[in-house]
């Protein structure tokens, strides 16, 4: 699944109103930076994104919803985030009461009927905006350090969230469902019939091991007499060789049976093709398809007008008359329905009428006795071929002072019990006929008449299949119990073998991005431990999150926007410019909420890791501290009365404040 951020718009809240779009013309960009000075709002931003994406906002206390309202005192506030799943429209409004202290939603997708009151995305999307999920995408720099508390358990969850091990959770949970919905349905044992149903299994399995080891021996010994048939033709090809008289002809006459057989091949495979044809094997089956289909015009079926027609319109208040369509007119129309074809007929009897039109019986009927003709001619060919080769081979025998007749003596035996062999290989391993051995044997006796082994294991599944039946519950909650184990088996194991492969990987980057003052990750438990300290500085630690993110999102199989608040705050230059190499890696679409200070030493290998595919957003308060900020504003703006909302790279990175934590307002 491939979930991206389009943008959202805000009003009434703490941070000013204001309407930021993420995309550049139609596309979205590898990475959007939002430069937002500090008290513009960044924080209560990202709390009402995660809010709206996650629902949670419905379980905010009154209190915290207060805390949220904007100083001039709005009657209510309103937040929407829009997004594509998979490329389709997804839009969540959320709407702030702060009179009431409520919280109320509005869903708008495609998927869930267009609009629609309440948080209901699709259920596709629906547990990939669990808060569990958000967290991991949706973040600022307190993740790294979550991520190496000892007291938190936020690195396994990130495993277990981002590879969906909770899948094997529910399926164990599913089992017990299984189990409670079966035995609820079970009935009464039958004791004779087990026993019975296990007396004929038992004969089956004790034939399929017999049928087994005929099948084993035939292939054994067909692998000895093919061994020594081509000792024998080796020694016959050798003196041929060795004859220069009769060499050239014979090789000759055998790349002229190999085309042939090749041509054999192709006109049979040709006319098995034709064969799918009833009516090219019987004419008489293709005329009476013609009339048919005449019969059919005849009848002037299919109509135009659909059952379908009827039972809609009785579902109406009035008919296409005018007249009101009451109880007794509905039931009438209803009945009569039945008489006109359903459109799925319709569209089967127009497509049957459309084939048949192009039947022409006689000419296929002249192809097949043409492809039938040319298979007796090539086979007749090859027949004359080998006798010719025959001749030669005797007479190359002869000239090199051997005895013919004895090589004939000794191959023509051979060449009957390798015949023998494959025809009886061929029958004990034929495949099972259409609605053969659809009954299961009523008596034990008759396993032994079973020649087939796919006929004799058919037997044994069905009669396994009653003995299951019968004794259900029992043998039931043994699967269940063991898939229940495969599960919480299949579950550690699989965490820790990507715990393992995560600390290799993990390691190996920081060696690259930590080269000046390295720092490694010991192991993976609940949380992240590093070696021989219990935590590092505030970059080296941030960058410690990243990495193991970094991995983390690698494992699993979906895409999705990785928002961060503060991306390089705490950084070194040189820690800065790894990570912003690293970033644009992380995920198709990162999304920055940056303040200038950050720019430094990761822009521009930021731009340069994306390719330069970079949206640049600079937003700032509307006021009177900030009015020589708007002096140089380019055309790419809006200003709703109290933010500005400007585009473009030129004024991104000329953008400064010269104190920006004494800007008004509050984050």
Not at 59 to 79: C, E, H, M, Q, V
Not at 448 to 462: D, G, S, W
Not at 548 to 576: C, M, N, Q, T
Request: with cysteine; charged share 30%.
């Amino acid at each position: 699944m491939e979930i991206k951020l389009l943008g959202w718009t805000c009003e009434g809240f703490r941070c000013p109103d204001m309407e930021v779009d993420l995309r550049k013309g139609s596309a979205v960009p590898r990475v959007a930076l939002v430069q937002m000075p500090n008290g513009t709002g960044k924080t209560t931003t990202l709390v009402l994104l995660k809010g709206t994406l996650t629902g949670e906002a419905r379980n905010w206390t009154s209190k915290y919803i207060a805390g949220l309202r904007s100083t001039s005192k709005p009657d209510s506030g309103a937040f929407s985030v829009s997004l594509t799943v998979d490329g389709r429209p997804l839009k969540l409004e959320m709407t702030c009461d702060f009179e009431l202290g409520e919280v109320s939603f509005n869903t708008t997708s495609p998927e869930v009927g267009g609009f629609n009151r309440g948080w209901t995305p699709p259920p596709a999307v629906r547990r990939f905006l669990a808060p569990r999920f958000v967290d991991l995408f949706v973040f600022d720099g307190e993740l790294a350090n979550t991520l190496l508390d000892p007291h938190a358990t936020k690195a396994e969850e990130a495993i277990e969230t981002l590879c969906q091990l909770d899948l094997l959770d529910s399926l164990a949970n599913d089992c017990e469902q299984f189990w409670r919905l079966n035995t609820a349905k079970a009935g009464a044992r039958h004791q004779t019939g087990l026993a019975r149903y296990t007396t004929i299994a038992g004969r089956l399995n004790e034939r399929i091991q017999i049928l087994r080891k005929n099948i084993d021996q035939r292939e054994t010994k067909l692998g000895q007499v093919n061994a020594e048939v081509e000792r024998l033709n080796t020694e016959i090809q050798k003196l041929v060789d060795q004859d220069g008289k009769n060499r050239e002809t014979y090789y000759q006459k055998k790349a002229s049976k190999a085309e042939a057989e090749q041509a054999l091949s192709g006109a049979v495979r040709e006319l098995m093709d034709k064969m799918r044809r009833p009516e090219s094997l019987a004419p008489a089956f293709g005329q009476a398809l013609k009339t048919l289909k005449a019969n059919l015009d005849v009848a002037k079926l299919p109509d135009s007008t659909s059952r379908q027609f009827f039972q809609e319109l009785a579902l109406k208040p009035e008919c296409i008359c005018g007249r009101p369509v009451g109880e007794k007119e509905r039931l009438h129309i209803l009945s009569s329905a039945e008489d006109f074809l359903g459109e799925e007929l319709a569209g089967v009897l127009n497509a049957f009428k459309q084939e048949v039109d192009i039947i022409d019986s006689d000419e296929r009927q002249r192809v097949l006795d043409a492809l039938l003709t040319a298979i007796e001619q090539i086979r007749l060919r090859i027949a004359d071929l080998e006798a010719e080769m025959a001749v030669l081979e005797k007479s190359s025998v002869s000239a090199a002072g051997g005895d013919p007749e004895e090589f004939r003596r000794q191959l023509e035996p051979l060449n009957v019990e390798k015949a023998n062999l494959e025809r009886e290989l061929d029958l004990l391993r034929a495949p099972i006929e259409p609605g053969e051995s659809s009954e299961l044997i009523t008596s034990p006796t008759d396993a032994i008449k079973i020649t087939k082994l796919a006929v004799a294991e058919k037997q044994l599944r069905m009669a396994n299949d009653e003995i299951n039946r019968i004794n259900g519950t029992l043998e039931l909650r043994m699967r269940l119990d063991l898939l229940k184990q495969v599960c919480t088996d299949a579950r550690g194991l699989a965490k820790q073998r990507i715990k393992d492969g995560l600390l290799d990987k993990c390691n190996q980057r920081l060696r690259r991005i930590l080269k000046g003052d390295p720092l490694e990750i010991q192991r993976i438990d609940r949380s992240l431990v590093l070696k021989d300290r219990e935590s590092g500085s505030a970059g080296q630690n941030l960058a410690v999150g990243y990495t193991f993110l970094a991995e983390a999102l690698s494992k699993g199989s979906h895409d999705f926007p990785l928002v961060v608040d503060s991306p390089a705050g705490p950084l070194d230059h040189g820690v800065r410019r790894q990570i912003a190499t690293m970033v644009p890696a992380l995920c198709t679409q990162f999304v920055a909420f940056t303040i200038s200070t950050e720019r430094e030493a990761f822009l521009e290998p930021l731009e340069a890791s994306a390719g330069g595919d970079v949206k640049y957003i600079t937003v700032f308060r509307n006021t009177p501290g900030n009015a020589s900020l708007v002096n140089d504003l380019p055309a790419d703006h809006t200003d709703n009365g109290q933010s500005f909302v400007v585009g473009g790279r030129d004024y991104f990175v000329r953008f400064a404040l010269e104190n920006e934590n004494d800007e008004a307002g509050g984050s």
